[in-house]
């Protein structure tokens, strides 16, 4: 599959076959992930991999609008490490989870490709901590359900996307989002 098609297809799942996923498979899926640019090459990321369906059902429910993260047959917890700069403005703008954020996309279009299906599951990080003995310093960004498809996700279609000029200015702000409330 072509990076630009597994960008349009990548689809979120919710359903997941019980079949565990191959060791070799979840080695190139953090391999992808470990490639993601970061500040000065910070690398300021750990995975955890969640298999075991009891922690699994008690992070669903620190995740209030993906449940389905109980349901998934394995996890990958994408933990931020504490992050000790000379330019306070890094940190302050975050830098740090952008880059965690790029490797969760990484994470998830290197699943696809495999033929894994992934979602971002929002999370109340303080129970996440909690279930997963990670300290208070660190960050979690996300818990991503990780598992082969039980269905075939609808495919996307051009129709369902803004179109590309109604994204893109040149220079400056051109109010071309002004008025455009996103809501869900």
Known sequence: MELNEAIKQRRVVR??????IPDDALYKIIDSARWAPSPFNTQ???FIIIRNQ???KKLGQAAPTAQYLADAPMAIAVVILPIKTKYPFNHEAGE??????????????????LGIGTGWATIDSD???NILHIPNEFDV????PIGYSLDS?????????????D?????????LSEGRIIEY
């Open 44 to 46: 300021p990321w750990e």
């Open 141 to 144: 960004l996300t818990v991503i």
């Open 167 to 175: 994204l893109m200015s040149f220079e400056e702000f051109n109010g």
């Open 153 to 165: 996700p609808p495919e996307r279609i051009e129709k369902d996307r803004l179109p590309v000029d």
């Open 96 to 113: 740090h989870k952008y880059a965690g954020a790029i490797a969760v996309q990484n994470i998830m279009l290197t699943a696809w490709e």
């Open 15 to 20: 359903k997941f076959r019980p079949d565990p």
């Open 54 to 56: 009891e922690t699994l």
């Open 127 to 129: 129970k996440v901590k």
